[in-house]
């Protein structure tokens, strides 16, 4: 049994050296096309996807969540959305713009997702993710600023169009980083 267990942990590192030089050989050929406008493959798509999602997973477990139903900080976060995010990520009633077709991959439409984990949110906001074009916000914005574009974030999923333009239009300049109060809104669906 030793010598089974022996040629198979010989042939399993010759396959994961073989795999090795096949990937180096794929990638010094330029064989592998990275162009925007050429999708990936199925199974580089879902490779890619599964490692960001327990990337982030993984990083964002030890984040504490600050309480996120505060108006003022949900009409903040709101501020910030739409000068920072809607060219990529759109908002409620927005169409599709010039941008985002020749995206790869296409920035998700977060008003139609539904609530995401908090802590993932701020995770993504705050360091960006590499090669999809999120910026990692964390450099200009404070950690504050972030919770006030999750607390947004958590209550977009329910705001209409029409909400969304009055709660856009009752914070002030996202660069003024002032609260406002938006406790007179009615944001119920």
């Known amino acids: 049994m030793t010598i089974l267990r022996r040629e198979l942990a010989l042939a399993g590192a010759g396959i994961v050296v073989l795999e090795a030089v096949l990937a180096a050989g794929i990638a010094m050929l330029g064989a592998y096309n990275v162009a925007a406008d050429s999708p990936h493959t199925a199974i580089v798509r879902d490779l890619i996807g599964y490692i960001r999602e327990r990337s982030v997973e993984v990083r964002a477990a030890s984040i504490s969540v600050p309480p996120l139903a505060d108006p003022r900080m949900i009409a903040a ?3 910030h959305y739409d000068a920072m995010c809607t060219g990529c990520h759109l908002a409620p009633g927005m169409e599709e713009n010039e941008m985002r077709p020749g995206m790869n991959p296409k920035p998700p439409m977060l008003a139609s997702l539904g609530r995401g984990d908090p802590r993932e949110e701020f995770w993504i906001i705050k360091h960006g993710i590499k090669m999809t074009g999120m910026p990692a916000w ?7 600023e972030i919770w006030n574009i999750v607390a947004f974030l958590q209550k977009m999923p329910s705001l209409s169009p029409k909400q969304y333009r009055v709660l856009t239009a009752s914070a002030a300049d996202h660069h003024a980083h002032e609260d406002h109060d938006v406790d007179h809104m009615d944001m119920s669906h």
């Not at 964390?138 to 504050?144: L, V």
């Open 138 to 144: 964390g450099f200009t914005h404070t950690d504050g």
């Open 77 to 79: 976060g709101a501020s």
